[in-house]
């Protein structure tokens, strides 16, 4: 942590860099993008994350992002320094918040929906010094889309159809993988998709993915609790969660989604029973 070329910090970090002798590093789950560790010292645990994989994130975007979400009383955990190590990769120091959510009921499902719309309703003013990106829908969401013409034409014709709107942050990959639990407390985590997006997206996605990994029963209540917020309409939030669903089946081609045993099968229900998806059905 001290050979880290901190270009922010908070005085926690000064106080842990200065004073801190005594430190546990234990391994957590990394994925595919960054180390993580779990740092634990004499007062506190923290967790560092530093990107020394294919992915280069901003992390001074993030790291300012993140404050202002902090700041503004989301769920989200306490940045503390970010900066690069000696091999110039990214890195981003925060608090501790526990493990990724194992189960839900429907009490968790409500505050989950609570917790990703109370994001979407972050005021801007205090993102115009963050540095808050803004993509092309397709082109980020869709790697590769041009490879895959049986997705690409029904895609490009119900992004048509949704008429996108890059109207909040969103945070862009919000899954109970990306939620951390600590006594009955929420935190969310990993923005390295956050961007200015349309909120239903970020919904539809985070509805897809609670279908295909929990059930769809537990899906349609959280759906439920988008709607009872945002008076959407279901069919226009079903609009959106076969854009998201297509998605998720040009990333099987593409990247290394987590497939269970039933898995495909439950894919093939929401293609099934999706109306703006009745079409040839498409291969995994």
Known sequence: MREINWVEKTETL???LEHETTIQVVPLDSGLEAEVVKITTSTADY?????????????????QILKALYSHGRA??????CGTDRNGNPAMLTSYDGTPVQKVD??????????L????????DSLISSGLPSYD??????????????????LMELV????????????????????LENENELTVIDWTNVQMGDPRYDMAWSIILMWIYVSEKRASFYRAAFCAEHRYE???????????????????RVDHPPIRKDTIARVRSILKSNAYLKFKPLEF
């Open 14 to 16: 000064e106080s842990l």
């Open 47 to 63: 967790v560092l994350k530093i990107w020394n994989k294919e992915s280069k994130p901003n992390v001074q975007m993030q790291y």
């Open 76 to 81: 989200v955990s306490v940045p503390l320094g």
């Open 106 to 115: 429907q009490p968790k499902l409500m505050k989950l929906a609570m917790m």
């Open 117 to 124: 719309m109370d994001i979407h309703k972050l005021p801007m």
């Open 137 to 154: 829908f397709v082109s980020y969401f869709f790697p590769r889309i041009d490879e895959f013409p049986d997705i690409q034409h029904p």
């Open 160 to 179: 048509q159809r949704a008429n996108l709107k890059q109207a909040c942050a969103i945070h862009g990959d919000y899954h109970l993988g990306n939620i």
């Open 234 to 252: 279901a069919d226009e939030l079903q609009l959106f969660e076969a854009i998201a669903c297509l998605r998720w089946v040009l990333l099987s």
